[in-house]
């Protein structure tokens, strides 16, 4: 029979890639979806057919219980998040009750419907839903060593990743209070064409499309100098799928041991079409952060050698691929246009 996954999140970038991969896999995928009408709900439930939708939401215990229930989930992946840093110190007790509290709520909901209260003799944890948590490099934040591994101290910047700090610590103390199958992701930056416009990487290649076609000028970008180890998401999944086959549980770092500045990623990604990044970037320094996390590189030597992952997409490929899809889509959305106003009605 098939295992069947439930993801929170799954409007979200990593979302998506990770019901593709499961639903790849000969997995049964539920997605979490929240509101009365989502749009977003709409637009994945084109994009991969086959995807199977329950409600619920991160502020709300008794649907999670509910959703938890009706599925009856092998394995449960807690993507849903407020996941714009900034957002953090805009609504922090907000950003804490989603990514924080939330978490707990998901632990709950799988201790309520599993009837889970102690540890299992000898630390048994076959037949249990496995939990995967989203954790995230932003918890490293003013970091104390380079590079960043599993042992590496939090030091977290911004009310996010506080919350994700709690998330992280939650999902351990349920493995050691009730021996719940719980894992915790930690995972640097990760992007993809499919990534929220308001990020960094995606803001670039999104401006660099509209200035190769005319159609803006200016890219105002915030701190240039910050250093971040960038990956493709659809790699990324493919760790979080991995960390809950293993017969026990633990916590991995995933990255791709590299760093570039976003002067870097500018650049790259102005070259792919033929441009200078200088001539376009300005800066706004109404667009650096209150607490900046400068840099960030992962050593993810535990998840290589104990998981066999490794990333597939360098860095240079990865914005390439984003700018190639918004200059095509830019592309498309001009030339309806172009035939729009030249229609006779
Ligand atoms: P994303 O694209 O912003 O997606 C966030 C998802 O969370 C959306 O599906 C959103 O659903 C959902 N959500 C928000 N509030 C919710 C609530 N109250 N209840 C249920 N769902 C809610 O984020 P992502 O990049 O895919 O990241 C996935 C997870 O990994 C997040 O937890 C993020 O913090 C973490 N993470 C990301 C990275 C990265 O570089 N991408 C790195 C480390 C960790 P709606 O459509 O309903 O808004
Ligand atoms: N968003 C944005 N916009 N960031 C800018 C800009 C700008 O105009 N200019 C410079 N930056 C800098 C930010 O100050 C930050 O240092 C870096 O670019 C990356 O910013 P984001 O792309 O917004 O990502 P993030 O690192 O804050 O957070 C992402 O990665 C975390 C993992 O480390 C998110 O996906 C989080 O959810 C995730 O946990």
């Known amino acids: 029979m098939s295992k069947r996954a439930l993801i929170t999140g799954v409007t979200g970038q990593d979302g998506s890639y990770l019901a593709e991969h499961l639903i790849g896999l000969g997995y049964e995928v539920w997605g979490l979806s929240r509101g009365q009408a ?3 709900k709409d637009r994945i439930a084109q994009l991969i057919p086959g995807l199977r939708f329950v409600d619920g939401d991160l502020m709300d215990q008794g649907s999670l219980v509910s959703a938890v229930d009706a599925v009856q989930p092998d394995e449960v992946y807690n993507l849903g998040a407020i996941s714009f840093v900034p957002m953090s110190w805009q609504q922090a007790e907000l950003v804490t009750e989603v990514n924080g509290t939330g978490v707990l709520r998901v632990l709950e909901a799988i201790r309520l419907v599993s009837g889970l209260n102690k540890p299992s003799a000898g630390g048994d944890t076959s037949g249990q839903i496995r939990f995967y948590q989203a954790s995230s490099s932003e918890m490293f934040g003013k970091v104390v060593e380079a590079p960043q591994s599993e042992s590496t101290s939090f030091h977290p910047r911004s009310p996010y990743g506080v919350a994700k700090a709690y998330g992280h610590y939650i999902t351990l103390n349920y493995r050691e209070s009730y021996g719940m199958y719980g894992v915790s992701g930690i995972l640097f930056n990760h992007e993809s064409p499919r990534r ?29 100098d910050a250093v971040r180890d960038w990956g493709f998401a659809g790699d990324y999944v493919r760790a979080m799928h991995l960390m809950l086959q293993q017969d026990s549980p633990g916590d991995y770092v995933v990255g791709t041991g590299r760093m570039h500045s976003v002067r870097d990623a500018a650049r790259i990604a102005f070259e792919c079409v033929g441009l200078d990044w200088e001539e376009h970037v300005v800066v706004d320094p109404g667009l650096v952060r209150p607490a900046e996390v400068e840099t960030l590189c992962a050593d993810s030597s535990n998840a290589r050698q104990e998981l066999g992952w490794e990333p597939e997409v360098d860095f240079a490929e990865l914005m390439r691929m984003m700018v190639e899809s918004d200059l095509n889509q830019a592309q498309l959305v001009r030339d309806y246009g172009a035939m729009l106003s030249g229609a006779r009605w």
């Open 38 to 40: 989502n749009p977003r």
């Open 196 to 224: 929220g416009a308001e990020f960094v990487t995606r803001k670039i290649s999104l401006a660099v499309a509209q200035i190769k076609l005319g159609l803006q000028d200016r890219l105002s970008l915030g701190n240039l």
